[in-house]
Nanobody, 126 residues
Framework: QVQLVESGGGLVQPGGSLRLSCAAS????????MGWYRQAPGKERELVAT???????DYAHSVEGRFTNSRDNAKNTTYLQMNSLTPEDTAVYYC????????????????????WGQGTLVTVSS
């Protein structure tokens, strides 16, 4: 019932910009955190940026100052604005959320779930 739908990946020139979007759907009560990870070829998945429920945002050192993570609470959507892109940013980017959700049979009962998007490929190349 709870899903993450990503969009915005594609090919961009070095120095260019790209914005990724991730929309969460379902009977979501609240988010503990929502953000982005990425995995480049031959490398392990790494945290890119995440917004916690308290409002703090964590960034990887490699993207801090270039990337901006934001969230529209009304739309249950998070965005990753990527500027000054380099070939090293090429990776599959995954949306991630830790959340509490409800069901129609027990709307006052909360369940915790970690959910991942399917991933979207970002390629930075000339």
């Amino acid at each position: 019932q709870v899903q993450l739908v990503e969009s915005g990946g594609g090919l961009v020139q070095p120095g260019g910009s790209l914005r990724l979007s991730c929309a969460a759907s379902g009977s979501i009560f609240s988010f503990n955190a929502m953000g982005w990870y990425r995995q480049a070829p031959g490398k392990e998945r790494e945290l890119v940026a995440t917004i916690r429920q308290v409002g703090s945002t964590d960034y990887a050192h490699s993207v801090e100052g270039r990337f901006t993570n934001s969230r529209d609470n009304a739309k249950n959507t998070t965005y990753l604005q990527m500027n000054s892109l380099t070939p090293e940013d090429t990776a599959v980017y995954y949306c991630n959320a830790d959340l509490w959700y409800t069901t129609p049979t027990s709307p006052s009962s909360y369940r915790y779930l970690e959910v991942w998007g399917q991933g979207t490929l970002v390629t930075v190349s000339s």
